[in-house]
C-alpha cells in the first residue's frame, strides 16, 4: 500500500455523532486524497491537499472536513455522521506534479446507524 | 461532465486464457490514463498507465492499449491466473499537472479454474 495507513479501517458510530478519519504516509508524497467508494459508483473525491495546510474541495465535499497540519498526516472529519456517509473510504497519495499515479491505502469502512 | 466508463460490469474467463477488459472515456483532453487493480477489501492497486502519446504499453503479463480516435482503453491479461480475479478499473486525468483523477466503475474479472 505504498506505505499509507488508514485509521481506524473499521468503524461503527451513529447518526449525529462526529468521526474523523486518519491518513499517514511515509512517502513524504505532496499530494493527498480522500475518496469514498459505493456501490454502482467510481471513486469520488471528497477533498484532497496539495501541501500543508493547503487543502480543496472534490466534488462530494458536502458534510466533510479535511485538516493537514504536517505532511505525512491529513485528517477526513464528518462534523455530524449520517446514514448517506456510510461507506468505504480510501486515502491516496501522488507525488510529482508530472506523475498523477496516485497510490491508495487500504481503506476504512464506515457504517453510520 | 466527464465520465470514465466500462463495457462490461463481470467478466469471466479460464484460468490461463487471456483477458480483456475494456473502459471507454468521454473526454478527449485526456492524456492520462491509469488502470487499477482492487481485490475484495483491499484498496486499489496501480497495475499500469499511459500517456495519450502512446497507443501501447507493455508490463508483466498485462498490456494498455490507448485508441484516441474512439476514446477507448482496454487492458490486457495475458495467462491468467487465479489471484488475478478482482475488481479492474481505469481513470483518467485530462489536465496534465492537475492531481485529479476521473475514476470507471469497475469491471469485476474472475478466473474459472
Known amino acids: 500500500d505504498a506505505g499509507i495507513t488508514q485509521s481506524p479501517r473499521h468503524k461503527v458510530t451513529e447518526t449525529g455523532t462526529p468521526v474523523t478519519l486518519r491518513c499517514h504516509q511515509t512517502e513524504n508524497h505532496r499530494y493527498m486524497y480522500w475518496y469514498r467508494q459505493d456501490p454502482g459508483h467510481g471513486l469520488r473525491l471528497i477533498h484532497y491537499?496539495?501541501?500543508?495546510?493547503?487543502?480543496d474541495k472534490g466534488e462530494v465535499s458536502d458534510g466533510y472536513s479535511v485538516s493537514r497540519s504536517k505532511t505525512e498526516d491529513f485528517l477526513l472529519t464528518l462534523e455530524s455522521a449520517t446514514s448517506s456517509q456510510t461507506s468505504v473510504y480510501f486515502c491516496a497519495i501522488s507525488g510529482k506534479a508530472t506523475e498523477e499515479t496516485q497510490y491508495f491505502g487500504p481503506g476504512t469502512r464506515l457504517l453510520v446507524l | 461532465g466527464e465520465s470514465v466508463g466500462l463495457h462490461l460490469p463481470t467478466l469471466s474467463v479460464q484460468e490461463g486464457d487471456n483477458s480483456i477488459i475494456n473502459c471507454a472515456y468521454s473526454n478527449s483532453a485526456s492524456d492520462y490514463f491509469i488502470w487499477y487493480k482492487q481485490e475484495s477489501g483491499k484498496g486499489p492497486q496501480f497495475i499500469i498507465d499511459?500517456?495519450?502519446?502512446?497507443d501501447k504499453r507493455q508490463g508483466q503479463r498485462v498490456t494498455v492499449l490507448l485508441n484516441k480516435t474512439v476514446k477507448h482503453l482496454s487492458l490486457q491479461i495475458a495467462a491468467t491466473q487465479p489471484g488475478d480475479s478482482a475488481v479492474y478499473f481505469c481513470?483518467?486525468?485530462?489536465?496534465?499537472?492537475?492531481?485529479?483523477?476521473?475514476f470507471g466503475t469497475g469491471t469485476r474479472l474472475t478466473i474459472i479454474p
Open positions: 491537499s496539495y501541501g500543508v495546510k493547503d487543502t
Open positions: 481513470a483518467e486525468n485530462h489536465n496534465f499537472g492537475n492531481e485529479k483523477l476521473t
Open positions: 499511459i500517456r495519450s502519446n502512446m
